[in-house]
């Protein structure tokens, strides 16, 4: 399969003041392949969002290359790929406008990229698309407070959907949602992906949640992803010592389970990304640093075909 | 049971907003052995902070305790003046919040805070209590313990914030604590920490913890048993493999089956809980979780459920427990 989103070490630094800069995003490469779900597992801080909406360019890459179909759309107008790239929010709250009703936000879209002919045909398009997520079509002219997190977080898919793109950054869809109500959105977005064929980059915090998403996915750490794998290799066979504290931190929900892999607890709280450690990272809260940690910044490289790993114990 | 720490009985308590009453407890019972952990797991809503705040005698208006009773450990909190709840906060029962610094001065240095829980609490004098914060911030993991107490609320990490809450929390040695979503604001490596850390104050102080949470990961680690909440109500009760592997309650099955495992096989697909959550304004008259429930039946709409007993101390809350009754008691009217 091919390529369809490409990023080649990307970078977003926010600058604040003079000397001081916040490395959000840190020299980060990895390819989404059509049709694939890419997933993204990282803590809160680490750089996600910006990284999702740094390769819609809805922020301004500070450096390295973004490929949308084998194209360099770094520098270009996005005019073009904005009706194929899109973005799911977290927040169903904060991410729909108040006073708008629930035709309006699934018709904006439409309008801004000329896709209904007549109003009536806007109407119908609105309708269908609403059903499609498992609203009504009464429901059309009410307002978001009406509806629950759920209900606006189909609301929001209802009107990505609503252009049909080609590519969709999911930033924790699910995250603000009832564990109840989680799977109701995790497999509708299953659902469309086989339905209309679309390509996910699926950012969340936990790993079982992306793991349940993903094809491959990849960890994220201050800035930098430090270790990308096919999901189930990553879950049973992750060497990073970063993944492997995600994975045996997560509690399973099953009394009889054992945490899978070797439990690797690390010490101590996130450096700030205003003052990185030198060298890994990690290096000051991993268990396995030694010297060379210190000196020298591991790179991603491959240890087995599809498996990379940026930490000088594990190449 | 008589040698319970901590019973309630029948309680209903109920919010009483311009739009209508909200029935938030609405006839729960539930107890707790001594140096036992009990998990009120739930969705939002669901009643877990009411529940486990009026056990600390905090009920705030519009809130009514309505009936029912709150006893600890020989006491009957309910019936308790203000001065004789605020004796008991912090020595018998604490409480440990999901946001540290809702209960933490943003004013005074963290050891100000510290001392000042002790020498009130403890009868301390200000020199001994200084040094027993030294202690208490040290046995909680934080490195450096004489610098950090002079160091203020928002120069610490949510992490350590919640860590310096457990060692307020645990300063006079109380028989009780409650924790009200302690890790819900916190990332996973630094939740798996704080987690550890409770276990093991438990195992040396022996004494019981509430923990409310809507991770069901966080229960099946943590808990000896398991009160399963949804609308005010404790649909289903029970040890942790009762509920996890024995449970007899459809919304408690759904939940299970509705959230994706690290370690589960590929295929095994998501069955998600259909509906959205109860509007507790407009509660149904029969089991709260009939609008959601696939089996829900005739009855379900109109009564409801009683508990049934499954196992010695395994309850359920569902019309189908007692299907074989009511149908030879339809057939016999
Ligand atoms: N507009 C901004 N200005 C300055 N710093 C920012 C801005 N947006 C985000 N950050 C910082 O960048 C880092 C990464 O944030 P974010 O991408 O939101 O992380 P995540 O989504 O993984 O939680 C954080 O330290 C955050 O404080
Ligand atoms: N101060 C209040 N005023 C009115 N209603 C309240 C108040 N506090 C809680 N409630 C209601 O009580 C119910 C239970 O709330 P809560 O115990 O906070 O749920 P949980 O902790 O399980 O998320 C909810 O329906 C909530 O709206
Ligand atoms: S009582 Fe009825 S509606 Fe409630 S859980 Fe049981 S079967 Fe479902
Ligand atoms: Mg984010
Ligand atoms: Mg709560």
Redesign the interface.
């Known amino acids: 399969m091919s390529k369809l989103v490409e990023v080649e070490d990307l970078k977003l630094h926010f600058k604040l003041g003079r000397r001081l800069c916040v490395k959000a995003v840190d020299g980060i490469s990895f390819y989404v392949k059509k049709g694939e779900t890419f997933g993204i597992v990282g803590e809160s801080g680490c750089g996600k969002t910006t990284m999702g909406k740094t390769i819609l360019r809805l922020l301004e890459p500070t450096g390295g290359k973004i490929f949308y179909d084998g194209e360099d759309i770094t520098n270009v107008n996005m005019q073009k790929y904005r009706k194929k790239m899109q973005i799911v929010f977290q927040d169903p709250y904060a991410s729909l406008n108040p006073r708008m009703t629930i035709a309006n936000i699934v018709g904006e879209p439409i309008d801004i990229h000329n896709l209904a002919a007549t109003p009536q045909d806007r109407k119908d398009k609105i309708n269908e698309i609403l059903q499609h997520v498992g609203l009504n079509s009464e429901q059309a002219n009410r307002f978001p407070h009406e509806f629950s997190g759920g209900q606006r977080q189909r609301i929001g898919i209802a009107r990505m959907l609503a252009i049909s793109p080609e590519f969709v950054v999911c930033d924790e869809p699910v995250s603000a949602l009832d564990v109840s109500i989680q799977a109701q959105i995790i497999n509708l977005l299953h659902q469309f992906q086989e339905e209309f064929g679309l390509t996910y980059l699926f950012i969340a915090h936990d790993l079982s949640i992306v793991r349940y998403m993903s094809n491959r996915i990849g960890v994220m750490y201050l800035g930098k992803l430090v270790e990308v794998a096919e999901s189930d290799e990553l879950v049973f066979h992750g060497v990073h010592p970063y993944t492997k504290s995600l994975i045996s931190a997560i509690p399973i929900p099953d009394p009889k389970a054992k945490n899978c892999g070797e439990k690797v607890i690390l010490s101590g709280d996130f450096p700030s990304l205003l003052n990185l450690p030198s060298g890994c990272r990690l290096r000051t809260r991993c268990p396995c640093a030694r010297e060379l940690c210190e000196d020298s910044e591991p790179i991603l490289q491959e240890i087995s075909p599809g498996h990379l790993v940026a930490c000088h114990n594990c190449q | 049971m008589a040698n319970d720490l901590l019973e309630i009985k029948n309680l209903r308590l109920s919010f009483f907003v311009p739009s209508g009453e909200v029935k938030a407890i609405n006839n729960v019972s539930v107890s707790l052995k001594r140096g036992d952990v009990l998990g009120l797991v739930g969705?939002?809503g669901s009643g877990k902070s009411v529940l486990s705040h009026a056990v600390m005698g905090f009920v705030s208006p519009p809130g009514k305790i309505l009936g029912g009773s709150i006893d600890f450990n020989g006491l009957r909190i309910n019936e308790m003046t203000e001065k004789e709840k605020r004796i008991i906060r912090g020595t018998e029962i604490s409480m440990i919040f999901q946001d540290p610094m809702t209960s933490l001065n943003p004013v005074y240095p963290i050891g100000t805070q510290i001392c000042e829980v002790l020498m009130l609490k403890n009868k301390m004098n200000r020199k001994t209590a200084w040094y027993k914060a030294e202690q208490l911030i040290k046995s909680v993991g934080i490195i450096d313990p004489q610098r950090r107490l002079t160091q203020y609320p928002h120069e610490f990490?949510g992490?350590?914030r919640q860590r310096i809450m457990i060692a307020i929390a645990l300063a006079c040695e109380p028989r009780l604590v409650i924790a009200d979503e302690p890790t819900t604001a916190l990332?996973?490596?630094?939740?798996?920490?704080i987690?550890?850390l409770m276990l093991e104050m438990k195992e040396k102080k022996g004494m019981a913890i509430i923990i409310t949470t809507?991770?069901?990961?966080?229960v099946?680690?943590?808990c000896d048993r398991i009160a399963v909440m949804y609308g005010g109500t404790i649909v289903e009760y029970g040890t942790?493999?009762d509920i996890?592997?024995e449970s007899r309650h459809e919304y408690t099955k759904?939940?299970?089956n509705?959230?994706?495992?690290?370690?589960a096989k590929?295929e095994e697909k998501?069955?998600?809980?259909?509906g959205?959550?109860l509007n507790m304004l407009v509660p149904p008259l029969g089991c709260p979780f009939a609008p959601r429930c696939k089996l829900c039946m005739a009855i379900c709409l109109k009564k409801r459920p009683p508990y049934t007993q499954i196992a010695s101390v395994h309850y359920s809350a569902c019309w189908l427990n007692q299907k074989e009754e009511f149908e030879r008691d339809a057939i016999n009217v």
């Not at chain 2, 809507?214 to 966080?218: A, E, Q, S, V, Y």
């Open positions: 969705e939002s990490s992490g350590m990332d996973v490596t630094t939740q798996a920490q987690l550890e809507h991770n069901l990961g966080i099946a680690n943590m942790v493999m996890f592997y759904g939940l299970i509705s959230i994706p495992k690290l370690t590929k998501l069955v998600p809980i259909e959205t959550p």
